[in-house]
């Protein structure tokens, strides 16, 4: 299963787009991106999941070049509820595992 | 519909116990997964059980070990607990190659 490579921490002020790029150079043909936030002592909460190109839904855009090496969550116009920690995981479409959480990267938006 | 449900929320051991955290899976949901997650930390995969059966491991000892029962919920057991096993014991149920759901964890600590 390919491991993900993100960065450890952001800062953002509020009303701005937030981008964050993950790095999964061994993803395999099959395998699909899942991006999940996590507040403080609770459990993490799905965000949004694509396979290539973009998928946006009501609350972020999910983009995938053509090489699917890495992808970027966009966050639009964060909040200051969007302080949180984003996971990028790689899953395997075969058998639906999707396990490797990583360290995450660290969002604080600033008022 | 009741999402994931953990219990307890807290619990505090002493080293050498043992002790056993439940999960109760969202409404329609047959897989349910265990992770760790330690301060700081991203999840950290302990196993998966399907059809009452675990499906796959992380790299955990056999002091940790697990149970579904007919109705998908699931127990974690853990023996002989060490001062390192204090986390934040997270549940996630889902269905095959679909997102997964998390509760908000039980969180152990051990003196």
């Known amino acids: 299963l390919a491991k993900t490579t993100q960065p450890i921490s952001m800062d953002s002020y509020e009303g701005q787009e937030v981008n964050i790029t993950c790095s999964h150079n061994n993803i395999a043909t099959n395998d699909y991106i899942t991006w999940y936030q996590q507040f403080p002592s609770q459990g993490p909460r799905f965000i949004i999941q694509g396979y290539k190109t973009k998928v946006t839904n009501e609350v972020a855009s999910l983009f995938i070049p053509a090489d699917r090496k890495s992808s970027t969550l966009s966050l639009p116009r964060v909040s200051l509820s969007d302080t949180a920690v984003y996971y990028c995981l790689v899953a395997s479409a075969n058998t639906g595992n999707q396990f490797y959480f990583g360290t995450g990267t660290s969002l604080t938006v600033i008022p | 519909d009741a999402g994931v449900t953990q219990s307890p929320t807290h619990l505090i051991k002493t080293r050498g116990q043992q002790v056993t955290l439940r999960c109760s899976p969202k409404?329609?949901?047959?897989?349910v997964s265990w992770y760790q997650q330690a301060l700081g930390q991203g999840p950290q995969f302990i196993f998966q059980?399907?059809?009452?059966?675990?499906?796959q491991r992380g790299n955990f000892p056999d002091r940790f070990s697990g149970h579904q029962f007919p109705n998908y919920s699931s127990e974690l057991n853990v023996n002989a607990l060490l001062l390192g096993d204090s986390a934040l014991y997270l549940c996630?149920?889902?269905?095959?190659?679909?997102?997964?759901?998390f509760g908000d964890g039980t969180r152990l600590s051990i003196l």
């Open positions: 409404s329609g949901h047959d897989t």
């Open positions: 996630a149920s889902s269905l095959v190659r679909q997102p997964q759901h």
């Open positions: 059980y399907y059809e009452e059966e675990e499906r």
